[in-house]
């Protein structure tokens, strides 16, 4: 039983360059989320779907977009990356708006 | 806006040296507060849900509290096992799917 699945693990990017970070999970959640987690700082919500077909901004959703592909699948794009996005992004999943957080084990992104 | 401080930011313990952790939150209509670990490298892992002042819970060395300002997780004869990144985190009655982070404290356990 994998939970949520997060690739690639790192990814060094130049300014300005593309990318989608992929995250899967297989426990049955309807809600999926993407975190981003800096120093000093707390876990921040980028975007989430509370089901499959739908998507909603969370806290910091500027840079980014989202897909929810299927019930499993909720992937994460930067379109063109800067600086600022150098973070660890972490994946999450649940089974309804009020159920705890499972997360996967995170992509450390570098933007150069 | 819903807000959420830990302290300390980081706590070194000795082997069996009990000791809380604070989460002070700010919120306007508290469904739940959360206490996830980290460890260093992976993703958070969820340990307890409160809902309501006066609610407690526990498992192994971690008991954790919650009043109507602020949330306690109790460590108790801490093993070095225990050391990690601990989160709160807070969800407000109107806020469906988002939760309030707050920065974590660092706990290291030495033997």
Redesign the interface.
């Known amino acids: 039983n994998a939970g949520?699945t997060q690739t690639p693990k790192f990814q060094v990017l130049k300014t300005g360059q593309s990318m989608t970070l992929q995250c899967a999970q297989d426990m049955n959640h309807n809600?999926m989320?993407w975190y981003r987690q800096d120093p000093?700082?707390?876990?921040?919500?980028i975007y989430?779907s509370?089901s499959e077909g739908t998507t909603?901004k969370?806290?910091v959703p500027n840079g980014y977009n989202v897909s929810r592909l299927n019930k499993r699948e909720f992937s994460l794009r930067l379109e063109s990356a800067a600086p600022s996005q150098t973070s660890v992004y972490?994946c999450?999943g649940a089974s309804s708006?009020?159920s705890?957080?499972?997360?996967?084990?995170?992509t450390r992104l570098t933007v150069t | 806006e819903d807000q959420?401080t830990q302290s300390p930011e980081a706590l070194r313990l000795q082997e069996g040296e009990s000791s809380s952790l604070n989460c002070s939150y700010t919120v306007s209509g508290l469904?739940?507060l959360?206490w996830?670990r980290q460890d260093p490298?992976?993703?958070?892992?969820?340990l307890f849900?409160l809902y309501s002042a006066g609610e407690e819970k526990e498992k192994e060395r971690l008991k954790a509290t919650l009043t109507k300002k602020e949330s306690f997780l109790h460590i108790t004869a801490p093993k070095p096992e225990d050391s990690a990144t601990y989160?709160c985190?807070v969800?407000a009655s109107k806020s469906?799917?988002?939760?309030?982070?707050?920065?974590?404290t660092t706990v290291t356990v030495r033997a």
């Open positions: 949520v809600s989320y000093g700082m707390g876990l921040r919500l989430y509370a909603d969370g806290e972490f999450a708006y009020n705890p957080l499972h997360f996967g084990n995170g | 959420v469904r739940g959360f996830y490298g992976k993703g958070p892992e969820f849900t989160l985190a969800q469906d799917y988002k939760l309030s982070f707050g920065a974590g």
